[in-house]
């Protein structure tokens, strides 16, 4: 190997550790929490070894490119108003049995509710409030998600609800150890029959609300969609942060179709 082609393999490398950390930032944002370090630095690593070898550095740059070109245009437009709309089942609530606030999630290290998790126990004593049920449903996480020492999200929002209400407020019924979606629809479902409900309203996040009544209702489960106020952003894409989070909504909400297509159950 000559020297020129030493410092073109070596520039190729470095190359290819620059995409593979810009694609590293880009996967721990749209990944969340399944993207934690060891699998960053594995795609790094694997994108300064594809660029040391001229074919495979040309075939990275032109996906970093589209990739970039997609972005960009879900950055600088409002084009993914349409999808999420398409993604939206909003009903007028109707009288009930229960209301079921599905999960959402906990920041175990402050040991606070994220604010999708707010937001859809908010929406769900909205409704209890205005007297459309008198049992709300709030989700247990099951070991699987999250460090072993981070709290209970039905702990917090029982708590959070007692605050709010005090004795007065309304009857908690805890949906224990779930994962998924699928795993909420299966204990609702339970309850439905060793209870009686005939009715609940689903209160989940808006991007989530039409593939969560869907699942739901191939449990057998009747159920009215009221989606919870998205506060994670502004729902007319007006500016580029927003729509920044909304491709992470999207692409989660696609994936989770994908992965459920394949025969692994929905994420929550």
């Known amino acids: 190997m000559t020297a020129a082609e030493r410092r073109e393999r070596l520039g190729g490398v470095l190359g290819g550790v620059a995409v593979g950390a810009a694609l590293a930032v880009l996967a721990a944002f749209l990944g969340e929490v399944r993207a934690p370090p060891a699998l960053l630095l594995t795609l ?144 609702v479902r339970d309850l439905a029959r060793t209870r009686g409900w005939t009715t609940v309203l689903l209160v989940t996040s808006p991007s989530h609300s039409r593939r969560a009544a869907a699942l739901f209702r191939t449990y057998g489960v009747n159920v009215v969609s009221v989606p919870a106020k998205e506060w994670r952003f502004d729902q007319t894409l007006g500016q580029p942060s927003d729509r920044l989070i909304a491709t992470r909504i999207l692409l989660y909400e696609a994936l989770s179709r994908v992965k459920a297509a394949l025969g692994g159950t929905p994420e929550r």
């Not at 996906?63 to 084009?79: D, E, Q």
């Not at 008198?134 to 917090?156: A, F, H, N, W, Y």
């Open 44 to 187: 790094i690593a694997a994108a300064g070894v594809v660029g040391a070898f001229r074919a495979s550095r040309r075939a990275l740059n032109v996906a970093a490119g589209a990739l970039a070109l997609t972005l960009a245009a879900c950055l600088l437009t409002p084009v993914l108003r349409g999808p999420l709309a398409a993604l939206t089942l909003s009903q007028p609530p109707v009288k009930a049995d229960a209301i079921v606030a599905l999960g959402a999630g906990v920041h175990c290290g402050s040991r606070e509710l994220e604010a999708s998790a707010v937001a859809r126990l908010t929406g769900a004593l909205t409704l209890w409030q205005a007297g459309y049920a008198p049992v709300v449903t709030v989700s247990e996480q099951s070991g699987l998600i999250g460090p072993r020492d981070c709290p209970k999200m039905s702990v917090l929002e029982t708590e959070l609800t007692r605050a709010l209400y005090g004795p007065g407020g309304p009857t908690l019924v805890t949906l224990r150890n779930v994962t998924t979606t699928r795993d909420e629809a299966a204990r």
